[in-house]
């Protein structure tokens, strides 16, 4: 069932969002050649606690860190580790959200390590302005097909390809919530957009197949043939004046 927020409600859900948001920015400033992935964990964390916030990722269905951070070909839910060490030319995907005051956020945002190769800084670039172009389309009276088709046709045209297998969600009292939003569809499908709908628009998108593959750890999600991944998210109401996205910093 999709729940529909009031415009007070919506109001509500902005510290979670804001402070969704910093945590990022914050884990995102982090990304450095020579840094671990739990160092970076560690960042957000002490940063949603001390907002007076819960970082809601953790344990969440048993996930070990406060933020998924993924390297690479991991398209998402990367277990943050003191193993895993960035390098000059990596891309770091980071996904953070937080709850406070019984409301969530939740965003990601891929980061280049130093410099990177032309095809990582492609990657990254294009699932940055395919979410931008799903939340153009997000408009009350569209539908959530419309959000997908805007997203999966600018990437493809762009040579890159949607995940299927994982989609974004509304947001609210709960991290997830109805309605699913695909990354991919039929505009003019789907459940209607109405005002006071809060959802999490999320692309991922892969450098080659669209195919990803579980590793045995039960959490971390890699591209089927090993190429890059990217994925960026925000939480965004629906106003009627249009989509006003709530995980700004
Ligand atoms: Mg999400």
Redesign the pocket.
Known sequence: MILVKTAKEVEAMKPACQISAEALRLGGEAVKPGVTTAQIDKIIYDYIVSQGARPNFKGLGGFPGSACISVNDVVIHGIPSHGIVLHEGDIVSI?T?AAVHGWNG?N?ATFACGAVAENAQHIMDVTKEALARGIAAAQPGNRVGDIGAAVQQYVEANGLSVVRTFV??G?GRK??EDPEVPNFGTAGHGPRLVAGMVI?I?PMVNEGTHVVKEQPDGWTIKTADGKLSAHF?HTIAITPKGPVILTQV
């Open positions: 996904d959200g939740d990601a974004g969600h947001v991290l997830h999490a999320e998210e």
